[in-house]
């Protein structure tokens, strides 16, 4: 994890603070059901709520841990120590250390969910604003990095928008999949603990019971967790190309907002660079590399093996805290982004109206002149744009066999931008619902 | 894509064949909708479907592309050869090539994932039956490879078939994903063509229409369909796995089946590998290997560039291929895997009762024993077992320390493995819904 | 392996007709040396070259095939069929299908790095060859899509020279790492074989003998193999995205070749796509998808287990056909680039000199200005140039503070381009050699 | 980065110190570099070694950067606090701020090979011990799991050996990769700096000189660099597969070494996990998880985009620091792995002998027998075995038919396990050398 792209909120979810206040809820929780199961004595549970409101010293537990070289159990041993290790003794009764530790991690990504899916609606709401904002700001549409025909900035936006709310219930699905717990013993049969324990606790932390466990909870649940956040990084990837190349030199329809402080801007106006798409740029790689690993996490031999735990000692924190960064990040460049119109115009208009050529010629054939013919009438006259920089419909206008098919106002109408946004508010609305 | 791990049906997707005759109808159902809109005449649109039953000849699609060097357009010649190039003049009208390739590329994968899904229930239909004939067929559980507590094979078979299920709505997710078409233009903006006829196209391929796309339908869909694939991919090399340990000679619980007929088997009878399973293994990988290029597809530039072009063409068909070829071998080697039930207790036994210390000392400890005494009677007597041979049970009857907290009645009833199959019922229930 | 993307040579490595031929040989040479070991008679040997000009039937072969169940004795039968089932009798004795298998497998790898060094080395003189004709041809620098400093097209084109002539490089170090070969025997302890029939067999086709094998040969090997094919498919990649970039229609500062004769360019004269490059985009990460897949290959079972197989007959000519497909439309790529210097003076000059305002900055804190003064000078005519359109020497000049330090002449040296090529020389002699 | 898989001397060479450390030493030498050249004053250039011993003060520098928004000036002005302003003010004359940075990261990935390298040498001196120590101790060698022929544990560790041999070489090409420098300014023509500055850095941090860099080192060989890594950490997953096999309850034929006060041993005696090769397993896996981001790193827009930045701030230290930790553990696994050999035994003859039949039936044929009534013969006297527990050899002696060809003493030779090592100082010599 690299502290640099850390939010607080995020970051504090994979402290060990945090940790050791999920596995005290889980094993509290479970003392409550087997209590009420007859399993325990009540007060045995009771007690160990005592350490409800106790900060937890992750020091002593490391310390402990160092002895004992078992980390759940160095856990136990301090909780004895706050709440007597005699009214202690019936906590983690009959559980597997798998089971505090697998649901605890899936507490953990259900929470960071939850993280990320705020942080998605947050970058919807940017985009949905500036969207609303740029409906009718035409821009050429480019195929192949070549201009093609209009279409609007806030067109730009609203795919975004409708790609990124793709991604919002999919990180909605991804959610659900990791929202399990599972309080199974040491193979998942339920041996030594009763499975209304499992109940009992899983619905305390809003978790549904793993339906069927082994020691651990199966990876293919954290594998289709981890290829959605991949999906949702190379979204963001998505929108961060398309900054960027807004953003240089030759093309500066948009940039990212540069505050007036920032070192070095006024004696080379010309260099703001795109550093925040281009950084999420590479933070998309990062939170895609967490993919194939979770993939290879899914085959454990038998009713586990112990391989998946550094992967995701790894990749539990990192793509997430990195994921929630870049959204962060991407609703920040996108409230902020500083949109030249005027540019948009400027660029669309470098070919002197060629731009429309296909409309000319489509208009010409529908005036009865053959195929062939007009597309000589409509490449004669193109060429002299591209060869000899002259203005397209001034050439149109003054060709005699165009005009004999096309009148003046025939050939306007066809250089008429309108004609290109009459479906903006169509496709707003499928992406918007009605307004 | 490899014709060995390729069956037919899902081979057909993907021929020229099939991709012809889906071009051609969004074609044919785009005149339709053209010509209700009165954009062009109701007998040309009617023309068209005069190719309805004939078969496209793709030798001379081909020839033709291999001149105009633009495959649409080679279609649309040889379209017009057919209905008569007079008729077919308003075919593709206000159309681009990538709302004929993309849609159809969606057609294809659509089709690709119910066959996926069918696949997928086949599967777990020979889960859940291997899975309720075992289920109460006693083995050991593993840890780390290492004996741990009793489970049945049931339960095997029984996660197998929840986590297969979780496979199947991941891939109804996946096919619902990508089940869009779009006939919207050059860059999206409908300009040249009512959103209507994309409507109705859509309608007549069982597609949703897309509601916004650009010049192509956007990539982070196939992302999230292709990593889909990839989780699928990943149980199955997790099952094939299982096998692939249950079969090594040292172990042999389970056996893939093995034809009399098949060569070599009876000079060296132990030496029946587990061939499929292994190939599996390595299905898994090549369709994993689809994941991240289909990711790295998603940031295309602007209204679109055709780098994912490629990648598809390649990923499409190996993908959805090796996977229906897999999940089909699989379901094989389930409904005929030999199932050894006497090695299962034979090895079980291997430590003669050791598998109960646990219980054993749990007992000691309800009994009032202290830990560390418990803990003390208990390992030598294990030990006595692993060092010397002897009977775990017969030990600890006769050892007095044992006997005075435990009755022979007692320690008999810590071997019983009763103990660890009680809330099996209970688990298949979850998995399988009441019976 | 997608045919649209596969030139006739590589392809023909990986038919079944250069596969039996190559079996052939391992075989007939593998006869040869028992003969001279005097471990089968030399009639036997002799008798099997009788082959050396037969093309086997690989029709035939299937069919035998289908009935044994195993491709190398169905070689085998069809070869007896050929010289003599009496003949034959002692051809593959002492050896196992790997041996025949896996030599062969990096035979093919071993040829289909020659083509790909052959490959590199025509682009690397395509390279060459652009780099000393656009030596000397400025244009301006980028970093972060944003000009920057001037450099020049040459200095592009030596750069993709040397990552190159690296890839070169790397190249011929992983063909050194696939071409061993092995014939040790079922498990490699040579029980059955003589390791001289190995050392014969790889001298006859230009391999080392594997120094130590299991049944197969180590998979290491292959993993670094195609990581470096992955390695040079980004470096592809690196190319083609800096033409996609130049060819842009607001850069324009190159284009791929673009023959009269192809379709679409004259009525949209600006329309002209960088799709080679885009498909090469695509193509590199098809090639790079074979790396993860091969390193997974890596751990194999014991002595072997069979998961690699289905991958490698996947990735090996996949990624073999696809990177040599794509190093030569590459090389077409350079070759025939349509290079517009024009274009490159005129996107330098958007901002009217501004790209020398480093420069002027410089001088003055050269000239004893404070740093705080020599900013402010530059900068306020920065922002005449780019709020108001001035030209950035007019107004430095015209500017009584900037003057006070820095003569006309002086200021005039600053905008001299030649200060920016003057080690264009040393470098190029870095890349290329002493001239 | 993971503190618990991570090791303090490759630890630091990620730290903030010797960061700041080396970048000193990029400013200090160019300085004396300037000064040589005469383009800065002597003097000057000395103060800057009045830094030498100094330890720089990390909080002060961010305290900086937080108003500078920039690390490499925040490190300058700093500089300038212990130097005195006035003698720092040529410090970093006409380079860029990537000049230092991609330096750095080249003599942090330079030393970081260097551990890697060391480590591998350690590894590999464990494997030879064990191999010379085992190299005779027989054991079953198992291809798909299933038993094949006889090996030796000492040929398990010398395949390893080689394996890990060439992974010592590629780790050595991968550090020469890296080992490059560049002082070469904003866009690499060195416009404001002399070649002669870069050259003598780099031959003061023991760098090559790039030949031709843009802003920033070309990312290719940082791609082979990770690359080259991942191939090392899957033999590592390679080797470790092979322990949790041989640690597997049922084949145990060796275990991780588990000191004796480890918990939990003495109750379940048996239950002896391999964790540590179950770790490296999942270690693998993240050095891997590296390669894919490393190769999507090339292809940087232009000059330079700093996408691949935050790419590096994470895989740099991540994947060096866990390899580093990962061969440290392997080499200790092999170091103080219990061996059994009498298990090996045990196991190789489970199957009373059968391990034989593939010689028997051979010295059948090379009898004269016909290969049907051979194969019949060791058929029927198998199945004995197999079905009824018998005694292979015993059998074969009882069978007349056998015995008219082979005498009980040709039977016996058979079973002769010398057979099968009588190669091994022939692999053994290659592997190692003659000794």
Redesign the interface.
């Known amino acids: ?2 502290p ?2 850390a939010r607080p909120e995020m970051t504090a979810i994979w402290s060990p603070e945090t940790k050791f206040r999920i596995w005290f809820e889980i094993e509290a929780h479970a003392c409550d059901a087997m209590a009420e199961l007859g399993v325990i004595p009540k007060e045995n549970a009771e007690a160990v709520w005592k350490a409800k409101d106790v900060e937890f010293d992750v020091a002593r537990i490391d310390e402990i841990e160092a002895v ?3 980390d759940v ?1 160095a856990f136990l041993t301090h909780l004895g120590e706050i709440i007597g290790q005699d009214e202690a003794r019936f906590v983690h009764q009959g559980m597997t250390s798998s089971d505090v530790l697998d649901t605890t991690f899936n507490v953990q990504l259900t929470r960071a969910a939850d993280i990320l899916i705020a942080d998605m609606e947050a970058l919807l709401a940017a985009l949905k604003a500036r969207a609303m904002e740029h409906k009718m700001t035409v821009r ?12 609007t900035m806030g ?1 730009t936006f ?2 975004f928008y ?2 990124m709310d ?2 919002l219930q ?1 990180l909605r ?1 991804a959610r659900n ?1 990791i929202a399990t717990g599972a309080i199974s ?8 603990i009763d ?1 209304r324990v499992e109940e009992h606790v899983c619905e305390k932390l809003g978790l549904a ?1 793993e ?5 651990v909870i ?4 954290h ?2 967790f981890f ?2 956040l ?2 949702v ?3 963001i ?2 929108i ?3 900054i ?2 807004m ?5 500066l329809e948009a940039e990212e907002f540069f505050s007036k402080g ?2 070095g801007s ?10 925040l798409t ?2 999420l ?6 939170v ?6 979770a ?17 995701e ?3 539990g924190p ?1 793509a997430t805290i990195h994921l929630d960064f870049a959204l962060a990040r991407l609703t920040g460049v996108i409230e902020k982004l500083v949109v030249y119109p005027d540019n948009m115009i400027a ?1 669309m208009n ?2 002197r109206g ?1 731009v429309h ?2 409309r000319v ?2 208009a010409l054939t529908q005036k009865g002149v053959s195929r062939e013919d007009s ?1 000589k009438f ?2 004669r006259n ?2 002299k ?2 060869e000899e920089g002259k203005d397209f419909m001034e050439e149109l206008k003054a060709d005699p066999e165009v005009r004999a098919a096309l009148s003046e106002a025939e050939i306007e109408e066809k250089f008429d931008l309108a ?6 508010d ?2 707003f609305a ?2 918007f619902g009605a307004s």
Not at 142 to 150: F, K, L, N, Q, T
Not at 211 to 215: K, L, N, V
Request: hydrophobic share 35%; aromatic share 4%.
């Open positions: 994890m690299i640099r792209y004992t070289k078992h159990i050429i549409g480019r195929s192949h990095g070549i201009h093609a025909e209009p279409v067109l609203a795919r409708a790609e793709r991604n999919r699905t999949e013993g040491a193979v998942g049969t339920f041996a030594n499975p019971p339906p069927i466990s082994t020691q199966p990876r293919d649940r594998a289709a290829a959605a991949g999906v990084a190379s979204s990837e998505n961060a190309t398309e960027r190349h953003q240089r030199t030759e093309v920032q070192k006024s004696a080379m106006p010309h260099k703001r660079n795109p550093v281009e950084n740029t590479g933070l998309a790689r990062l895609r590399s967490a993919v194939v690993p993939l290879e996490n899914v085959a454990l031999w038998h009713e586990r093996d112990i391989s998946h735990s550094s992967v000692r790894g990749i990192d660029n470098k070919f060629l050529s296909q010629l489509l597309y409509v490449q193109a060429m744009v591209w004609y290109h946004t009459k479906h903006v169509t496709i499928r992406v």
